[in-house]
């Protein structure tokens, strides 16, 4: 394929990725800026996944993984930590049937030991209730971290005795189940992946967005899968290498 073609070719019909993981950055900053409480952002954030998720399905996204809340993000607050978790609580009960009906397959990524009974089995219910859906992937990064994802899956090697490698480690993690991301995205304006898929962001894309999360709508969403078709993804190979392997889209 010619770079005139490859250009043609993206402006015609961008190239969905298969799989986009979300840092979803802002809440807070978004309630503070309008003199509400913190917890009123992240209820806002939760319109924005409800937003987004359909978005979505609707472009063709098989799989959807966002950072709900880090294992660092116990460090917060006490009175906001709480309120996170009464709210996934009631973003469970409120949004999974809808969900169900919509063909979203829910997973929960991360450590659930230090959760509470409810919340561990509102993450078991809420997966069991969506486990024949095949629309979407959406994975919920709780309590989750990059650099704990990679030592829990080096540990339950080691303990069943198997070598360590790229394959089994790859096989052992949270995600698993589901190929690496195409494209990351970032609101809020940071730049920084802050522990989020560390292993399996090796060779993704990243689109940096200065919109805070409750405000990144689907004009957003389609801005950063338009970047994406605009990039090379080579994988360590030469621009020259991935031309050769695809003929030109068009005569000439």
């Not at 049937?97 to 959760?115: A, N, T």
Request: with cysteine; glycine share 8%; net charge neutral.
């Amino acid at each position: 394929m010619s770079p005139q073609g490859l250009n043609i070719l993206m402006s015609v019909s961008p190239v969905v990725p298969h799989h986009i993981a979300i840092v979803m950055d802002g809440n807070g900053r978004w309630a503070t800026r309008r003199f509400l409480p913190r917890l009123a952002g992240h209820k806002q954030g939760v319109d924005s996944l409800r937003r987004c998720a359909r978005a979505c399905v609707q472009r063709g996204v098989g799989v959807l993984t966002v950072f709900a809340f880090s294992s660092e993000n116990w460090n917060r607050p006490a009175d906001e930590v709480s309120g996170l978790m009464e709210l996934l609580a009631m973003a469970l009960a409120r949004e999974v049937p809808q969900l169900k009906k919509d063909g979203v397959r829910l997973h929960f990524v991360g450590e659930r030991g230090s959760l509470s009974p409810k919340v561990r089995d509102g993450l078991g219910q809420a997966e069991a209730a969506t486990a024949d859906n095949t629309r979407l992937v959406l994975n919920v990064c709780f309590n989750y971290g990059g650099r704990w994802d990679i030592a829990q899956a080096a540990a339950s090697l080691a303990a069943r005795g198997e070598p360590i490698t790229e394959a089994s480690l790859h096989n052992a993690m949270g995600l698993a189940h589901v190929p690496d991301p195409d494209l990351v995205i970032r609101t809020g304006g940071e730049m920084r992946i802050s522990n989020f898929l560390l292993w399996q962001s090796a060779y993704s894309e990243f689109f940096f967005s200065d919109r805070l999360w409750p405000d990144f709508d689907e004009s957003a969403l389609d801005e950063a899968i338009d970047a994406f078709s605009r990039r090379e993804r080579r994988f360590g190979k030469t621009s020259e290498q991935i031309l050769s392997a695809h003929p030109d889209p068009m005569p000439g």
